[in-house]
């Protein structure tokens, strides 16, 4: 199907660039117009925070269980003094004027005296969000910032006052720093040091660039009937940009290779089709099958994400399909031209190394062979070496803990970062992510509260007790209640299972839920850690079938499903060791330690698992090639290895800098997914793909083409 598909393509090269430029504008006109807007999916269904926000619905105090802002105030005069008091007093009026559906709890009001610091240099305002998307949190959060500024600027300069913003992702301040603009220059880089050629360079990255942006304004136009959270847009870019890229390296290398063979350029595209577009589709494929096993998760955000980034991962593999023959067709046999200055010839590279492996001596047949060779001489000391490096770096995966970064990992410049500095300087850490109990007790749930209150205060792990606040009606009643501890500190999370499993069950028999962001956290992370195993049971064996269709060898597909684990652990080692233990957590510019986002293990496991299957089919699919044509398992690998050596790693080098570039954004979640995709990648790029891989295959011997009986009958016989 593909080499048909490549053939008309090719011969219909201006009408298929008319029809995806036509595609690519329509799709972003519509994106445009739609103008989608995005929005968090709320808590986990059924958990304990889900509940309660729908008894704080109902008692009409839904405000409460949304997001929350705080207005901090710190005043070298005090709190306290008049001027100081006004000030404040006449901002939080106009926040409440000029913001719709908020409640405003100042430190002046009658009950707001826990709200001033015990010095009396830090005050705080509570502002709490009805339900809304995103996009109007966001802009609200604009109107509250720049109220604060104006309020800071007008004050007389005697009293040393200064006003913060504090609250969540949505309420910081964005940054001016392109990460996709960075990925994309190096990748430019990397093509041309490669191919040596600005032509050639072109071909990769136009392709991605059309699949990137039909993907993108798709998913923008999909968040009209789907909700989305915001970070799906740029997930879905970073991800694109690097598999497209990649995917049409592998093409167009084929593609040369096919013109220096003799090929016409019809045959050379139909060929490359034929055997890399063929790896290339399964291998897509198989990334798309990964994601569908965060479906898995009973969360929108989950979901959302999967669907978003399939999206993007299936327009690219269409421009690859469509557009990519296209463009080969259009450049013909001038695809080396504008070649750069100190550059190999045409005639060199990967290329050449294969056809002298075939032509004789394959230990003679470039760097790349003899590389293969030299591990196929030792391949029990390979494995064996290789092994233990991955044990090594996937030890710290044993202490992983499940969270989401707070304000306290934003840059100094960030106005969120210094209102959560204040407070926890004014008021102790637990006031960055203090716990809202809800009681829902007809006629008695302010009774029942203070109840609890009195025995809450005497908690150690319990710095604060507010007073209760009762809902009209009295069947409903709220008490905050601040931790010793901050929001990320693993005690917090253990205060939150106590008071639901032990304080609360072993002091009222009336039901009270244990509610508020940060408890929220300590759900969503409990639901992802249970939920994880099942994921990750389901995209293995799905891979396994894939890839025992693809390369008709149960021993190489489950080799190489369980080499691919050993790599994401060892990704995941390294992000607890940056992002829990703090090494080399300056480099990227965060600051303090703290658990791994709760969502990113399972987005991190599908999308390098996809990512390197990407890698272990074009590699294997050409030792398969090897193996066919020359009935030897060790010439084919050492073959299949250099021929595709040179290209992986390109195509590697290419993930590392799109996906390193965001984790030097400023987005706390792709920093770490950045980093854990990047260190993924040039794990298995390296250790995986270039020793343990061919070193396994050198013990397995001729067992790795082993293909059960039942097996070749089920499968085509034009592929056995």
């Keep these: ?131 809304r998307s995103t996009d109007d949190l966001e802009r609200d959060a604009a109107v509250i910032r720049a109220a604060a500024r104006e309020a800071a600027t007008v004050a007389d300069p005697v009293l040393g006052l200064q006003v ?89 290398t084929r593609y040369r290779e096919g013109l220096r063979a003799g090929l016409d350029p019809t045959a050379a595209t139909v060929a490359a089709m034929g055997t890399a577009g063929r790896a290339v589709f399964v291998a897509g494929l198989t990334v798309v099958t990964s994601l569908a096993g965060l479906l898995l998760f009973d969360l929108a955000v989950v979901r959302s994400l999967a669907i978003g980034l399939a999206t ?59 590389y293969a060779g030299a591990v196929q001489r030792r391949p029990v000391l390979a494995v064996a070496g290789s092994l233990a490096v991955l044990a090594l770096l996937s030890a710290p995966v044993l202490d992983l803990r499940l969270g989401f970064a707070d304000a306290g990992n934003r840059s100094t410049e960030d106005t969120t970062r210094r209102a959560f500095d204040l407070i926890a300087q004014g008021f102790g850490p637990g006031a960055n992510g203090p716990l809202l109990l809800v009681a829902d007790s007809p006629g008695n749930a302010a009774g029942v509260l203070t109840g609890l209150a009195d025995r809450l205060a005497d908690d150690p792990h319990v710095a604060v007790v507010s007073p209760v606040l009762p809902a009209a009606g009295g069947d409903v009643a709220l008490l905050t209640v601040q931790p010793a501890t901050g929001p990320q500190d693993e005690r917090t999370a253990d205060l939150v299972h106590r008071l639901r499993d032990t304080v609360i069950p072993g002091g009222t028999t009336a039901t009270v839920y244990v509610t508020g962001p940060t408890a929220a956290v300590v759900d969503f992370a409990d639901y992802t850690r249970a939920r994880l195993p099942v994921m990750v049971g389901a995209v293995l064996l799905l891979s396994f079938l894939l890839l025992t269709v693809l390369l008709r060898a149960p021993l190489v597909a489950l080799k190489a499903v369980l080499v691919n684990l050993l790599s994401i652990g060892a990704a995941y080692g390294l992000i607890v060791a940056v992002f829990q233990w703090g090494w080399g957590l300056g480099l ?65 080098a290419i993930m590392i800098v799109v996906f390193g570039g965001f984790a030097f954004g400023d987005d706390p979640s792709l920093q770490v997914m950045g980093l854990g995709l990047a260190a993924g990648i040039l794990i298995d790029a390296t250790l995986v793909r270039l020793v343990l891989v061919p070193a396994t295959m050198q013990l397995l011997g001729e067992r790795n083409w082993w293909q059960p009986g039942w097996l070749a009958r089920v499968l085509p016989a034009r592929h056995r």
Excluded: K
Aim: proline share 5%; glycine share 10%.
């Design 1 to 131: 199907m593909l080499p048909s598909l490549a053939r008309f393509c090719h011969r219909r090269r201006w009408t298929v660039l008319t029809v995806w430029l036509l595609i690519l504008a329509g799709c972003a006109a519509v994106a445009t117009v739609a103008r989608p807007t995005f929005s968090e999916s709320g808590p986990v269904p059924g958990s304990p925070t889900a509940t309660a926000a729908q008894v704080l619905q109902r008692a009409g105090l839904s405000a409460y269980g949304g997001e929350q802002a705080l207005l901090v105030v710190a005043a070298e005069a005090g709190v306290g003094d008049p001027r100081v008091r006004r000030t404040v007093q006449d901002l939080l009026a106009q926040v409440d004027r000029q913001v719709p559906d908020v409640a405003v709890a100042g430190p002046y009001d009658d009950d707001g005296g826990h709200r001033i610091a015990p010095d009396g240099t830090v005050a705080y305002a509570e502002i709490s969000f009805a339900e």
């Design 588 to 652: 990227i510019g965060r600051e303090g330690t703290g658990p791994v986002e709760a969502w990113v293990p399972m987005t991190m496991f599908v999308l390098i698992f996809g990512l390197s299957m990407d890698y272990e089919v074009f590699l294997l699919s050409r030792v398969r090639e090897e193996y066919r044509r020359t009935g030897d398992n060790s010439l084919a690998v050492r073959h299949g290895l250099a021929a595709t050596a040179r290209v992986i790693t390109a195509a590697a």
């Design 312 to 370: 993007g991962v299936l327009a690219v593999l269409a421009a690859t399909a469509t557009l990519l023959p296209a463009l080969l067709g259009i450049v013909g046999r001038h695809v080396d031209r504008l070649r750069l200055p100190y550059t190999r010839t045409a005639d060199d590279g990967p290329a050449q190394e294969v056809d002298l492996a075939r032509a004789g001596d394959p230990v003679r047949g470039g760097r790349w062979s003899r």
């Design 164 to 252: 913060e913003v504090g609250g969540g992702e949505h309420l910081a301040e964005e940054g001016d720093f392109s990460t996709e603009a960075v990925g994309l220059l190096a990748a430019v880089v990397i093509l041309l040091v490669a191919f040596g050629s600005v032509l050639a360079m072109l071909l990769p990255i136009g392709t991605a660039l059309f699949g990137v942006g039909t993907g993108v304004s798709l998913v923008l136009a999909l968040a009209l009937w789907v909700t989305m959270p915001a970070f799906v847009i740029p997930a879905t870019t970073m991800v694109a940009i690097g598999i497209g890229i990649d995917y049409a390296l592998f093409i167009v």
